[in-house]
């Protein structure tokens, strides 16, 4: 998985703590991260339907819906897209031994032994949502954590 993914899914649990639009800059400063970097993330994120921006004085970016309905699987997709991390190229049809493509009809070993990673993976990561995140933040660095966040985030820049 890429950074972003980190990225925007610390921007969505953070999201979770205000019910007003936060400004890209505010959650760039937040997370000391560049801010066109971390508008990649946000703009992946919004075309994946996850987040909408607002214009104008107050405007920013605002999840779509509850947090319990947005899975961390959610997230991955919209910034690495759905592609499974494991691809076969089919070794075994190369080399001085390569096995003809006709006796080549089910996927390898190696291929199936993937494929059964790639959907414990995805099933993983559609178990867990934004809001579980928020409540293990929370558990993690005290009560009250994302409500100082919160503040923090409706506050003026510092």
């Known amino acids: 998985m890429s950074g972003g993914v980190e990225w925007a899914l610390h921007c969505c ?10 400004p890209a800059a505010r959650l760039a400063e937040l997370h000391d991260v560049s801010p066109t ?13 996850l987040i909408h921006s607002t214009q104008g ?3 920013g970016y605002a999840l779509t819906r509850s947090p319990d309905r947005i899975t ?13 991390a494991f691809v076969c190229t089919e070794i075994r ?15 390898c070993a190696i291929s199936r032994a993937m494929a059964t990673a790639e959907t414990a993976r995805r099933e993983a990561l559609r178990a867990v949502t934004v ?3 928020a409540r293990d ?15 923090w985030l409706r506050g003026p820049a510092g």
Not at 38 to 45: E, F, N, R, S
Not at 93 to 107: D, I
Not at 137 to 151: F, P, Q, R
């Open 13 to 22: 649990v953070v999201l979770t703590s205000v019910r007003e639009p936060v």
């Open 131 to 133: 809001a579980d995140l």
């Open 37 to 49: 970097y971390l508008a990649k993330q946000l703009q992946a994120l919004s075309r994946a339907g």
């Open 137 to 151: 933040v929370e558990s993690d660095s005290g009560a009250g954590t994302l409500s100082i966040v919160g503040a």
């Open 93 to 107: 049809q190369r080399g001085p031994l390569a096995t003809p493509a006709g006796a080549c009809t089910t996927p």
């Open 72 to 84: 961390v699987l959610d997230v991955v997709d919209a910034v690495d897209g759905p592609s499974p």
């Open 57 to 59: 004085k107050s405007g």
